[in-house]
C-alpha cells in the first residue's frame, strides 16, 4: 500500500514515525486515508446515479408526452393537428432540461472516473501506482467545480441518444394527421395547406420545423467529432461573428484541465528536481544553458505539471534558489506521463 504514495503526492515517513501518510500537510495512517476514499467515492457515485435517474425521468416525460398527443390526435378526425407541433416544442423543453442535467451528471461521473482508474485500478495493477496528476484533478474539481462538457455538446448527445427517435415520431405523425384527416390529402399542396396554423402558411410552418431539425442534427454530429476537430470549428464560426455556445449557471466551463509548463533556470537544478520528483511526483528534464551575459552556466528544467502543483513548484524553486528565473506557461495538449484525458458518457 505505501508503494502506492509515491505519484499520489504523499509520502510514506520511516516505521519510527508510525506508518502515515503526509499529503498537503495532513498525516493519515493508510487505514484511515482508504476508509475516508471508499466514502468519498461512494459519496459521488451516489451523486451520479442520482441524476443518472433525473435524466431517465426527463426521458420519460417526454415519451409519456408524445403516446399521450399521438392517442388524442388520432382519436377524432376533428382534433387539430397543431397539437403535435405543441408537443414538439414541449419536448424541446424537455431536451433542454435534460441537456442541463446531463453536464452535471458528466461533472460527478469524471470524479468517479479519476477515483475508478487511477485510484482502485492501480492497486490490482502493476506498478501499483496512481497517475502523477490524479489528486490534483480531482481537488481542482472539488475547489472548481467545472463542466466537462459544453450546453450545445450535452444537446447534441442527449439529442443522438433518446429524442432524435421522439422527434422523428412526432413528424411522422403529423404528416401521417396531415394526409389522412379530416379525408386523404389527394397531393402535396393539399398537404401543405393544411399544416398551415392560423395565419401561418403552410410552407412556412414545415420549413421552420426542417431548419430546427436540422439544426439539431447539426448539434449531434458536431459533439459526435473528436474533441481536436470541435476545437478547429471554433475558429469559422468566430470569423463568421458566431458566438460558440458556452456554459451558463453555478458552474463553469472547463473541457480539460489545465496542464502548464515549467521553465526553470537556475544554478541549484540538482537540488529543485529532487524536489519536484520527491514532492510533486513530476518528471523533470534536465538541460545545460549559458548565460549570453555572464558567460556563466546554468540548469535549464522543464517540468509539465497541473495547474494545481504549479504554486507548490514556486515554493520549491524560491526556497531553493531565490534568483532562479522561472517561466510558467499554459500548455495547449500533454499527452503521457499521466496525463490522460477525459471522455464525458454519451
Avoid at 378526425?77 to 431536451?95: A, D, E, K, R, Y
Wanted: charge should be neutral.
Amino acid at each position: 500500500m505505501m508503494a502506492q504514495t509515491e505519484r499520489l503526492g504523499a509520502e510514506s515517513l520511516d516505521d519510527a514515525c508510525g506508518s502515515t501518510w503526509v499529503f498537503r500537510g495532513y498525516q493519515l495512517d493508510p487505514g484511515h486515508f482508504t476508509t475516508a476514499m471508499v466514502h468519498f467515492y461512494r459519496g459521488e457515485l451516489s451523486r451520479a446515479n442520482t441524476w443518472r435517474k433525473r435524466l431517465d425521468t426527463t426521458t420519460n416525460w417526454a415519451v409519456v408526452s408524445v403516446g399521450a398527443a399521438l392517442t388524442f390526435i388520432f382519436g377524432a378526425p376533428q382534433n387539430p393537428h397543431f397539437v403535435l407541433l405543441l408537443v414538439f416544442l414541449l419536448v424541446l423543453t424537455f431536451l433542454h432540461i435534460e441537456a442541463r442535467r446531463y453536464r452535471y451528471y458528466a461533472l460527478w461521473t469524471y470524479r468517479v472516473h479519476l477515483m475508478e482508474t487511477d485510484f482502485f485500478a492501480a492497486m490490482l495493477e502493476p506498478p501499483f501506482r496512481p497517475a502523477a496528476d490524479w489528486a490534483d484533478h480531482l481537488v481542482k474539481s472539488l475547489l472548481q467545480p467545472a463542466f466537462p462538457v459544453t450546453r450545445w455538446q450535452a444537446v447534441g448527445r442527449r439529442f443522438r441518444r433518446n429524442y432524435i427517435w421522439l422527434i422523428m415520431l412526432l413528424f411522422a405523425s403529423w404528416a401521417a394527421k396531415l394526409g389522412v384527416h379530416p379525408e386523404l390529402a389527394p397531393d402535396w399542396a393539399t398537404l401543405v395547406e393544411r399544416a398551415g396554423v392560423g395565419s401561418v402558411p403552410g410552407v412556412w410552418v414545415i420549413v421552420a420545423l426542417g431548419v430546427v431539425f436540422a439544426a439539431l442534427t447539426l448539434l449531434a454530429v458536431a459533439a459526435s467529432l473528436p474533441d481536436t476537430w470541435q476545437e478547429s470549428l471554433k475558429a469559422p464560426l468566430r470569423w463568421l461573428r458566431v458566438e460558440v455556445p458556452g456554459s451558463a449557471g453555478p458552474l463553469p466551463l472547463e473541457l480539460h484541465p489545465r496542464e502548464q509548463l515549467a521553465t526553470i533556470i537556475t544554478i541549484r537544478g540538482e537540488l529543485i528536481a529532487s524536489r519536484i520528483l520527491k514532492e510533486l511526483g513530476r518528471g523533470v528534464t534536465a538541460l545545460q544553458g549559458t548565460g549570453m551575459y555572464t558567460g556563466e552556466t546554468r540548469d535549464v528544467l522543464l517540468c509539465a505539471m497541473t495547474e494545481v502543483q504549479a504554486p507548490h513548484l514556486r515554493r520549491i524553486v524560491s526556497g531553493a534558489d531565490p534568483d532562479a528565473f522561472v517561466v510558467v506557461s499554459r500548455a495547449e495538449e500533454v499527452r503521457g506521463g499521466g496525463f490522460q484525458p477525459f471522455e464525458p458518457p454519451s
